[in-house]
C-alpha cells in the first residue's frame, strides 16, 4: 500500500482544515488507518485512528472533539477534518496504515510523506 497525504496549508487560529490520505491497491479497506503529527526535536505524536470498518474510532485528549477521522474505502481515502485549530496544532502531519497498536507509531507498516500544517496566532 502506498499513501500519500494531501490538504495542509496555512490557516489562522479558529479555521478549519481537511486532510486527505489517497492509498493505492486493494488492500487498504483491510487495515487500521492512523494519523500523526510532528513538530522538529520532538516524537512523532498520535492524533487520530479509525478501523479497517470505519466503526470504531481513536483520538487523544489534544484534539477530541475538535478533529474528526473518516475513510471511504471505495474511494481508498482517508480523511482528518481539522476544526477550531490552534498554533500548537502546527506540525507536518503523517497518515499511516496496518497496525496492531493504533498509538504506537513504530508498529504502522505504512506512511504516507507527510502534509505541513502551519496555523498562526
Known amino acids: 500500500v502506498q499513501l500519500q497525504a494531501s490538504g495542509g496549508g496555512l490557516v489562522q487560529a479558529g479555521d478549519s482544515l481537511r486532510l486527505h490520505c489517497a492509498a493505492s491497491g486493494r488492500t487498504f479497506r483491510r487495515y487500521v488507518m492512523g494519523w500523526f503529527r510532528q513538530v522538529p526535536g520532538k516524537e512523532r505524536e498520535f492524533v487520530a485512528a479509525i478501523s479497517s470498518s470505519g466503526s470504531n474510532t481513536w483520538y487523544p485528549d489534544s484534539v477530541k472533539g475538535r478533529f474528526t477521522i473518516s475513510r471511504d474505502n471505495v474511494k481508498n481515502t482517508g480523511y482528518l477534518q481539522m476544526n477550531s485549530l490552534k498554533p500548537e496544532d502546527t506540525a507536518v502531519y503523517y497518515c499511516?496504515?496496518?497496525?496492531?497498536?493504533?498509538?504506537?507509531?513504530?508498529?504502522?507498516?505504512?506512511w504516507g510523506q507527510g502534509t505541513l500544517v502551519t496555523v498562526s496566532s
Open positions: 499511516a496504515a496496518d497496525t496492531s497498536d493504533v498509538y504506537s507509531p513504530q508498529l504502522y507498516q505504512y
